[in-house]
């Protein structure tokens, strides 16, 4: 360091790359009295409140036995802002034995209203690629990453996805599928913890690693919103429900 300024600057740098830790902190007091920087937090009251959040979250999972008992443990979970905005808890429905899994990304309005996953548009048209490899709605299991649908259908934040997530998995804990299908980017990105595009993604199998000793393939495809908006992809989605469809006999 050859200036007070080099000092501000990589102290500056250390806050806005999140570090919450130094190691030695007498070194650190020696500059304090001489460098007239703001200090605030490292961590930041938002990713403070996300991580206990989301820890409390995994401690609620860990006393959920059942979907039932499950379910009531989201619909009074108050850690996530999404709740006060939505109409309704999404949690997922269908076969609890299903051997097939689907995942999209969020409630949407026909969604929240109901109660229920893919019950607007996107719901019937997935209905009908499922009955074109031979599944009915009941003969499945589905859900979403988020069971709250965020306003006006926007993104969810990275924050909403992680104080979430660990529902979603309990779920997969407790119904153990054979396999998993993963509808759109953010449900892709989510389960399978990588910042890769749908495009990229769509077509191909990993394993979602359940556990250290057990894992689910998982498939990636675009989701019915998506296909609504874009016919022309409906021919590579039809695709990947054929590779379903044979996953599934194989299994």
Known sequence: MNSLE??????EWYIDAGVSETCGDVCFQAFQPQVQVPLRQATTDLSQNKIASTQNARELCAKAESLDE????????????LRLTAKSTVFGAGNPKAS???IGEA????EDRM??????RSGRLLEKMLSSIGLKREDVYITNVLPWRPPGNRTPTDAEVAICLPFLKRQIEIIRPKLLLLLGGSAANALLDNSDSISRLRGHFFDYQMSLKSSIPALASFHPAYLLRNSAQKA???TDFLRILKKLKEN
């Not at 080099?6 to 102290?11: A, F, I, Q, S, Y």
């Not at 409630?107 to 026909?110: L, S, V, W």
């Open 115 to 120: 109660g229920l996953p893919f019950v607007g």
């Open 6 to 11: 080099d000092v501000k600057n990589l102290l």
């Open 236 to 238: 590579k989605a039809w």
């Open 107 to 110: 409630p949407g309005a026909d």
């Open 70 to 81: 499950l379910k009531k443990l989201v619909s009074g979970f108050d850690g996530c802002a």
């Open 100 to 102: 097939l899994m689907i």
